[in-house]
Structures are given as structure tokens and as C-alpha cells.
């Protein structure tokens, strides 16, 4: 299957600063990635939805000032994490689908545990 | 009302048992459906889809009820290696998964 990574796996921040997370496609170009959100003993919560070279479509109740998406090239997304904060502290999983792929042929990248100190 | 719902578990089983739940969904316009495999502080692996049908793959059966609104999965002689949270996932336009059912196989 197709392979999508994640740097870094897991970052530790402090209060106030902001954190750059990147999903890779490795060997398929992705038109569509997608950006979720996984706190302890809940779902998987879309936060948004990005196509390459146009602006994120972000789910209801996610600032999009705050957590900055870039979609600027086939292979890399980019989910930035601004004036980061406790709450903020979860585990961030991306997902890359190809132009050819059914809806919900999405491949997972392994995930960021994100911990704001 | 949540768009998926799932049992959260634990179920605890022996090796060699069936363990079997069920997810809800709350658009009976839903078209697509799939269960998910989670182990601990990894990625969501796709597990099986599930067909109007119902299908079978190895151990594992998926079942849909459109007319209860729920999706079932149950696993047969239970393995170790079968210990993980499974979520269900809805397909509308964007993937809705539940929170996920905790299973545990003991030896």
C-alpha cells in the first residue's frame, strides 16, 4: 500500500511557541490530505481537509488562525500549531488520498503525540 | 447526537472466543462503511470495508443494518495479536469515525 510519513513522531513544546508538523506522501502524489486530531479514549476528529495548491477547508470549531495548513506541493502538507497550549496537546494523524482513489482509500501517516509543557 | 457511536468496551476475552459489537450512525443517507484497527499510540489501519451484504474476511465478519442504522463486526476464534481498539468509520464525503471499542485477548 502506499506510504505516508509523519515528522517528527512526537514533539514536546512549551507554552507559547509554535510547532510545525509535516505529512509526506512517499510514493504516490496526494491531491487531497487531511488532518486529524486524537485526544486519549476519543475518535479521530477531522480538523481539516486540504487540497493541493488551494486554502484548507476547516471542520466547524477549528481556528484556522491557529492551526495554519500549507498544501503546496503533491507530496507535503504542512499542519503548524500556533501559540501552542496545554490544551492543544494531543495526537495529530494525517491521512493522504490520491487523485485517483476512492473516497475513502486514505493512507495514514503514523502520527505526532504533541505535548505542550 | 453523535454522527458515530460505539460501544467503548473493554470487552475481555479468552483466546479462542467470538467477540462481537456494534456502531451506530446517524445519517441513513450513509452510503460507506469500514472498520478500522487502532493499536496503541499508532495510526488507524483499514481492517475491512463493509458491504450492504455483509462480508467476510478470515476470521473477521462486518454486517450492515441499514434499518437500525448500525454496523457490526465479530471476531472468531479470538488471537492474542487481536488485541486492539477497532473504530468505525462512515464515509460522507469525509471519513466520521467513532470513539472505539477496546478488545482484549488473554491467554
Known amino acids: 500500500g502506499a506510504v505516508v510519513s509523519q515528522h517528527p513522531s512526537r514533539v514536546i513544546c512549551k507554552s507559547g511557541t509554535s510547532v510545525k508538523i509535516e505529512c509526506r506522501s512517499l510514493d504516490f502524489q496526494a491531491t487531497t490530505m487531511f488532518w486529524y486530531r486524537q485526544f486519549p479514549k476519543q475518535s479521530l476528529m477531522l480538523m481539516a481537509t486540504s487540497n493541493e495548491g488551494s486554502k484548507a477547508t476547516y471542520e466547524q470549531g477549528v481556528e484556522k488562525d491557529k492551526f495554519l495548513i500549507n498544501h503546496a506541493s503533491l507530496t507535503l502538507s504542512t499542519l503548524t500549531v500556533t501559540s501552542a497550549h496545554p490544551e492543544d496537546s494531543s495526537f495529530y494523524i494525517c491521512?493522504?488520498?490520491?487523485?485517483?482513489?476512492?473516497?475513502?482509500?486514505?493512507?495514514f501517516g503514523p502520527g505526532t503525540r504533541l505535548t505542550v509543557t | 447526537r453523535k454522527e458515530v457511536e460505539q460501544d467503548p468496551g473493554p470487552f475481555n476475552v479468552p483466546e479462542g472466543a467470538t467477540v462481537a459489537f456494534n456502531c451506530t450512525y446517524s445519517?441513513?443517507?450513509?452510503?460507506?462503511f469500514f472498520w478500522y484497527r487502532q493499536d496503541c499510540r499508532k495510526e488507524p489501519k483499514l481492517l475491512m470495508s463493509?458491504?450492504?451484504s455483509g462480508n467476510e474476511d478470515g476470521r473477521f465478519t462486518a454486517q450492515l443494518n441499514r434499518a437500525s442504522q448500525y454496523i457490526s463486526l465479530l471476531i472468531r476464534d479470538s488471537k492474542l495479536s487481536d488485541s486492539a481498539t477497532y473504530l468505525c468509520a462512515v464515509d460522507d464525503y469525509k471519513l466520521s469515525f467513532g470513539a472505539g471499542t477496546t478488545v482484549t485477548v488473554r491467554a
Open positions: 491521512s493522504a488520498r490520491g487523485a485517483s482513489s476512492a473516497s475513502y482509500e486514505q493512507y
Open positions: 463493509v458491504y450492504s
Open positions: 445519517n441513513s443517507a450513509s452510503q460507506s
